[in-house]
């Protein structure tokens, strides 16, 4: 794969409230909550953000709740990656059962907001910087279900 | 192997697990709460096509986190949930306290395997159950088809010993773990607490152990049964297969903690790992003091307020609002006579439900409005304005700064 985008980046532990506060998950469709998305730390995000750019972040993103909601309205906005240090469990298999894929990178710090990667099946490469970055990709079993678009996909045709 | 791979393994249909292994798993028990619920059932029905839920005896719904409906979108989603929870011939608890306190009541068994739309599922390690938290698609798909796949988590051994001083109990001693690990420090694993400290505690003590385990990123939490459990489920649950592991039995990691050494404790803003003394923070001014939530809302919570808080009054312009964890935790309440004692102290009390620590009904913070809670999560703008703060203590300490009206340690 090759999969080029404007890097977002975001710190270390950012919990699904700040992704998505609880006071929005009332609201009927996952594409009125997505105008809400990181409102904590960037009330604009939504507007600023446009579909295809790339998150990321530090240590343990999102942590705390297991909202579904959360990776959901990123994935509504256009997010096909995130970049983490790493992910909090729950949101992982969220965010891999939504189709987006996960990237577990030990250099982010050395990633900012504006930068450009380009994400290929094992490398990072910020074409900002011109630095590469070597990464772990998630197992077979992950990646098929992401290759599917998604768990629902993905059991679908096991079925 | 340790009981929770002993569970897993039974639930997966084999003889051996070990860490790390990708298992498919039978479940036994499934709840589903109002915070995802009408997500959920969008999955269910128009992504999975699922017509039917695989066993209505086996799912739970339970309406706790935003009740009684605060807002026109609320009752539509209470709505959904009881709809299809008549259309499925599913439990639909309403109103009736926190989710994970009445899955203890009335569902959970030791040896169980429990799934959950909650992070906070976790708890039911506190009788020997495994249970962890998933998002609507994995919970949609359990509800259709009963299964779910898991990995099996490596476990860290946390060692309690000693006893706890005057005035510390066991939310100082998760609070010191959680600072100890930091947030993602058992991140995918599961924490099995024992020793003579955790023999020691009662079966609600040990649930505000294990409700915090996911603050530090665990899976899951576990102690294993023991006389205390006995006395709630009888002996037949505990000899359903499982042998009970002596210790050191395949941890990936052991930490041992002297616990007649520590102070009252508090997470201060923004993280629940962020954990100093209390000692070190006295004096900050509060708005607000929360007594409640799955972490600590329960009669023995409510008691140790009740002492401080009898004939005391709540500082002149702080809230202080008390949710028990359930109504039969509230109802007990009533005829110990503790609701009348928060009553003349001054304090509001709310009904049974998620309340404050959901934040987003029954008392929400204003900018720059400061909260001391005895909840399990202090994250920036939980309870409503991301200007406001959260520090996350005992019922002990929450009812001394209720009264000083500034955080305060120690008042008997």
């Known amino acids: ?159 | 192997m340790t009981l929770t791979e002993q569970i897993i393994a039974k639930h997966a249909g084999k003889r051996k697990v070990i860490p790390g292994e990708i298992v498919d798993v039978d479940v036994d028990c499934l709840m589903i709460n109002d915070a995802t619920i009408t997500h959920t059932i969008d999955i269910f029905k128009d992504r999975f096509n699922f017509k039917n839920v695989w066993d209505s005896e086996k799912i739970i719904l339970i309406n706790d986190h935003q009740v009684p409906a605060d807002s026109v979108n609320t009752a539509e989603v209470h709505q959904k949930a009881r709809k299809f929870a008549l259309e499925q011939g599913i439990k639909l608890y309403e109103n009736e306290g926190v989710c994970h306190q009445v899955m203890l009541e009335s569902h959970v068994k030791p040896g169980d395997l429990v799934i959950g739309a909650d992070s906070h599922t976790c708890s039911y390690g506190c009788i020997g159950a495994v249970s962890t938290g998933m998002g609507s698609t994995d919970v949609a798909a359990i509800m259709g088809s009963g299964k779910t796949w898991l990995k099996v988590p490596e476990t860290i051994h946390i060692i309690l010993k000693g006893k706890p001083k005057n005035g510390v109990y066991a939310k100082d001693i998760i609070l010191h773990i959680i600072g100890e690990l930091t947030a993602s420090g058992a991140s995918y694993r599961t924490m099995e607490f024992s020793g003579e400290t955790v023999r020691g505690m009662t079966i609600s003590e040990r649930f505000t152990l294990c409700n915090m385990v996911i603050e530090a990123g665990g899976k899951s939490a576990m102690i294993i049964p023991d006389e205390r459990v006995t006395e709630m489920f009888g002996d037949h649950h505990l000899y359903q297969g499982f042998f009970l592991p002596a210790e050191n039995t395949g941890y990936a990691k052991t930490m041992e903690c002297d616990v007649s050494n520590l102070n009252p404790k508090i997470a201060c803003p923004h993280s629940v790992d962020n954990i100093k003394d209390v000692k070190d923070v006295e004096g900050i001014k509060i708005d607000q003091a929360f007594l409640g939530a799955c972490t600590n809302g329960r009669i023995d919570d409510l008691r140790i307020a009740a002492k401080i808080l009898k004939n005391r009054k709540v500082y002149p312009g702080v809230r202080m609002l008390v949710t028990p964890a359930s109504v039969k935790e509230y109802t007990k309440a009533l005829k110990e006579g503790i609701i009348d004692i928060f009553i003349k102290a001054g304090a509001t009390v709310n009904h049974p439900g998620c309340s404050t620590c959901w934040g987003a009904c029954q008392g929400v913070l204003g900018r720059g409005q400061k909260m001391i809670s005895s909840a399990n999560r202090n994250f920036k703008g939980r309870t409503g304005s991301p200007e406001s703060e959260i520090y996350l203590a005992s019922p002990a300490t929450v009812a001394a700064s209720a009264i000083r009206g500034r955080i305060t340690g120690g008042l008997k």
Request: proline fraction near 4%.
């Open chain 1, 1 to 159: 794969m090759n999969d080029k985008g404007k890097i977002w980046k975001f710190g270390d532990d950012i919990d699904t409230d700040q992704i998505l506060p609880s006071q929005y998950l009332v609201l009927p469709s996952v594409i009125e909550m997505s105008e809400h998305a990181m409102e904590p730390l960037m009330p604009d995000f939504s507007e600023r953000y446009s579909a295809g750019d790339i998150i990321a972040a530090g240590k343990n993103f999102g942590c705390g709740s297991s909202r579904e909601q959360a990776p959901a309205v990123l994935k509504e906005m256009g997010v096909r990656i995130i970049i983490a240090e790493s992910f909090a469990r729950i949101f992982f298999r969220n965010a891999i059962n939504l189709g987006i894929l996960l990237i577990e990178l030990n250099n982010t710090e050395k990633i900012s907001t504006g930068d450009t990667v380009n994400v290929t099946d094992s490398e990072v490469m910020n074409l900002t910087t011109q630095k590469t970055y070597d990464f772990i990709p998630l197992t077979d079993f992950l990646k098929n279900i992401v290759a599917k678009g998604g768990l629902v996909n993905y059991l679908r045709e096991r079925v």
